[in-house]
């Protein structure tokens, strides 16, 4: 079956600290992959899109997204986090053929100011 | 752009009355709508797919009788929660998929019910 993974529920980081989330699917086939953020009472925004080609994808804010096919996974990363990043950051996968997103259960980040 | 919005964004009614949602592509045409469900404190669950001018295809589990999907419009989808109770308390959340885009959704705001 389909389904995405992310391991980190609750993350803490002080401000300036590197960050990573990790996200991982399973699906046999060609997938579109995503990561949308969501801020304390607004609505979930893109951050990044993969869908072919590099597979290091940069999005919005510094958030960078490497796609590395033999894990099947989708990693978040961005060097240097601000307190302005607090916020609940969801990865979707798009399996390729449909337009459907099967969501990860998110992953709640804290920045300590 | 790639603006959605959603109408109401908070609605509180009595069990066994019935609720209307409205999902809007402000700014783009959306031939493809998505109907999402997010519990509290966990992830969006996909309820339905809703095509403009065709009938809306549900996930496994999703009563169609009780959850009533129009897209009468390629800006406008409806989400119509039928005699609620209050276990379909929930937040719902509605996406948008541009025509003609890489598949890429764009997502609305939410509306919370809450069933007395």
């Known amino acids: 079956a389909q389904s995405v993974s992310q391991h980190n529920h609750h993350v803490i980081l002080s401000e300036a600290a590197s960050l990573e989330l990790g996200c991982n699917y399973s699906y046999g086939g060609t997938v579109n992959l995503f990561w949308y953020v969501q801020y304390p009472g607004q609505h979930l925004q893109l951050l990044l899109k993969?869908?072919?080609?590099?597979?290091l994808v940069k999005g919005i804010k510094g958030f960078e997204a490497e796609f590395i096919k033999s894990k099947f996974s989708f990693n978040l990363r961005k060097p240097s986090v601000q307190w302005s990043d607090t916020a609940e950051y969801f990865c979707?996968?798009?399996?390729?053929?449909?337009?459907?997103?099967?969501f990860g259960t998110g992953t709640r980040l804290k920045v300590l100011a | 752009g790639a603006v959605v919005s959603q109408h109401p964004s908070r609605v509180i009614c009595k069990s066994g009355t019935s609720v209307k949602i409205e999902c809007r592509s402000l700014?783009?045409?959306?031939?493809?709508m998505f109907w999402y469900r997010q519990f509290p404190k966990q992830s969006l669950m996909l309820m339905a797919t809703?095509?403009?001018?065709?009938?809306?295809?549900?996930e496994q589990g999703v009563e169609k009788d009780k959850f009533l999907i129009n897209h009468a419009s390629l800006t406008l989808s409806t989400l119509t929660v039928t005699s609620a109770h209050p276990e379909d308390s929930s937040f719902y959340i509605c996406s948008a998929r541009d025509v003609g885009s890489d598949g890429t959704q764009y997502f609305g705001p939410g509306t919370r019910l809450l069933v007395l």
């Open positions: 979707a996968l798009g399996p390729g053929g449909t337009y459907k997103y099967i």
């Open positions: 993969y869908f072919s080609g590099d597979p």
């Open positions: 700014d783009f045409q959306a031939t493809t």
């Open positions: 809703s095509n403009e001018g065709s009938k809306a295809t549900y």
